[in-house]
DNA sequence: CAGTGGTCTAGACCACCAA
DNA sequence: TGGTGGTCTAGACCACTGC
């Protein structure tokens, strides 16, 4: 099975990216689209939906579907991007270390977060981010062990969804965040450079699989000038 | 016209929100649900693809959409989501408090964030939001004049969407945001009651019109300890 | 194997926009 | 008025799940 619709929208989109089409150009219509893919019309539209969703047009009844302008500077914590991905878009240098990686088994805390039952194993994964040097990020997660049973040091600095994915084969599907910003405690002080701020904008994600099993809990600080969360979102009526 | 589908998803949203559905139960199948509302497949179809989108169910291959934890204490700027809609959902006591409403003539910054021509007529507003009597939210809005003809200091202390959407006609289509955290300026820190803060959690929105007419720029500045962002978020692949 | 959701089709009618 | 997107239908075949 190869998706009509996924063709159709990768196509358009890297059109756009590309900016082959420009921002308020109309695109082909719905009936030409369905005769140049070859398919039928709700194919076309399911693709056009995803391009809509995705910030890429906006449609206009009884006019068309007009290109809209491209974000520069992509730097999306939003959706549901890794470390490694955002890096890729940064012009900076990144380096992560890997401070802390160990099994443990789950009770208090860590219990509830991951909503497990009690010694259920769970691996402990501290890292520090650092961009161009500086140690600016620190992220703590948990992660049920028996998803992930040979994570390694090397995973970790890499990339853990990458491994997940292509590696064990998990789907992972969905995730509920939270921004806030909070007090920097002593033991972020230690291993980050705060450069005089005392505060860290903090991101706490709950990843779940598509089974519906939560898999991960991570907390990921933030120093505030290195913090940027952007968004695309849709009216709901 | 009336959407079928949009009347499935109302129905089933509010059975879930109710928990007349309980987390973890399998919804009706897609051929059962398609025979007790007298109509097809695709249209519950389209129903279930929406409350997947908002984070009600999570559909499985071959077994069936399950219903997800709802948020409790939701508290979305995420989304797009008005100062009003928002307070409702929260117990303390909330006063918004017109600072300045003025008409000016855009150049220079109006003009650049807004993207119009030098000279558009355009609403400056200034508004401070207190929670239980506390001066912590400051909003700073630039309103295309022409889509708001009649914006008096009474629309602007209740909700300016209410009365775009309602009153004008107009239809708010779809924004993007960005949320960093930045240090107080000295008027920041005159108007709002700083708690010994001396960072702000800012948002910075540009909203747009159905026909992609850019109509709106915010700045929204939060004490950090009153600030909480969350989101749903979908993998995408 | 039967039942589930995932994709695709060909056609219909409607609401909206511009000429 | 003709073309656009919005909604809906009835049916088909596929991939996946669980028994």
Redesign the pocket.
């Known amino acids: 099975?190869?998706?009509?619709?996924?063709?159709i929208y990768d196509l358009i989109a890297r059109e756009i990216q590309a900016e082959k089409m420009e921002a308020g150009q109309?695109?082909?219509?719905?009936?030409?689209?369905?005769e140049r893919?070859?398919?039928?019309?709700?194919?076309?539209?399911?693709a056009?939906?995803l391009l809509?969703q995705n910030g890429y047009i906006q449609?206009?009844?009884?006019?068309?579907?007009v290109v809209l302008e491209q974000n520069k500077l992509p730097l999306p914590v939003s959706g549901l991007t890794s470390f490694k991905e955002l890096a890729r878009s940064m012009s900076q240098t990144v380096e992560t270390q890997v401070l802390a990686l160990k099994q443990k088994l789950a009770e208090g805390y860590i219990q509830e977060v991951l909503q497990c039952e009690k010694g259920t194993p769970v691996w402990e994964l501290h890292r520090l981010r650092k961009l161009d040097g500086e140690a600016v990020i620190y992220d703590k997660d948990l992660l049920l062990a028996a998803c992930a049973p040979a994570l390694t040091e090397a995973i970790a600095r890499d990339s853990i969804y990458d491994y997940l994915e292509q590696d064990v084969g998990l789907s992972i599907s969905y995730a509920r965040k939270e921004v806030v910003v909070e007090e920097a405690g002593s033991a972020d002080a230690e291993v980050m450079d705060m450069g005089g701020y005392q505060q860290l904008a903090v991101v706490r994600s709950a990843v779940y699989l598509e089974?519906t099993t939560l898999f991960q809990y991570t907390e990921s600080k933030h120093r505030p000038d290195k913090f940027r969360f952007v968004d695309f979102a849709r009216r709901t009526k």
């Open positions: 099975m190869q998706r009509k619709f996924q063709a109309l695109l082909p219509s719905e009936n030409e689209l369905t893919f070859e398919t039928s019309r709700e194919t076309v539209r399911k056009l939906q809509s449609k206009l009844q009884g006019k068309g579907s089974d």
